[in-house]
């Protein structure tokens, strides 16, 4: 699988620390930055990377990362087709994927430690959305409410 990761300057530590992570456990890894943690960067730019990098089918799903992960999320979640939740557990990261079709992870890199992200990280990449109907059903609703409706 092919995953997408981004942070600004605060989730830099830990973003780096996954990329090598994940690329040991045989994902493909995109990388978009930020690549230090002692420039500033904005979240909305590495959510929107991610975001867009996902949409385009450049990767099948994203992670980024700032100080708590509600700024991620909040602008990740902005970009229609973009499923973006805060998951600092394993369970809510595989059931966000399984019920829910999250495709991009935000996680709060100063919430957070490197053993969490990595069982976190895997949860979510590994857990496959559920063909059931109810969670189809509910899936669609979300859909109409992004269309305004």
Not at 45 to 67: F, K, P, T
Not at 99 to 118: F, P
């Amino acid at each position: 699988m092919k995953v997408v990761i981004a942070s600004d300057h605060a989730g830099y530590p830990l973003k780096y620390h996954l990329v090598q992570f994940l690329r040991k456990n045989g994902y493909e890894v995109l990388d978009l930055g930020v690549d230090n943690a002692d420039t500033p960067a904005d979240y909305p730019d590495s959510a929107q990377a991610v975001g867009q990098a996902v949409l385009s089918g450049e990767a099948e799903r994203g992670i980024v990362l700032c100080g708590s992960g509600i700024g991620a999320c909040i602008a990740a979640n902005k970009l229609k087709g973009i499923y973006a939740s805060i998951a600092h557990d394993t369970y809510s990261a595989a059931q966000g994927v399984e019920h829910d079709r999250m495709n991009v992870l935000c996680l709060g890199a100063r919430v957070i430690g490197q053993n969490v992200a990595e069982s976190v990280a895997l949860a979510f990449l590994k857990a496959q959305v559920s063909d059931e109907e109810r969670h189809a059903r509910r899936f669609g609703k979300v859909q109409k409410m992004e269309d305004g409706y």
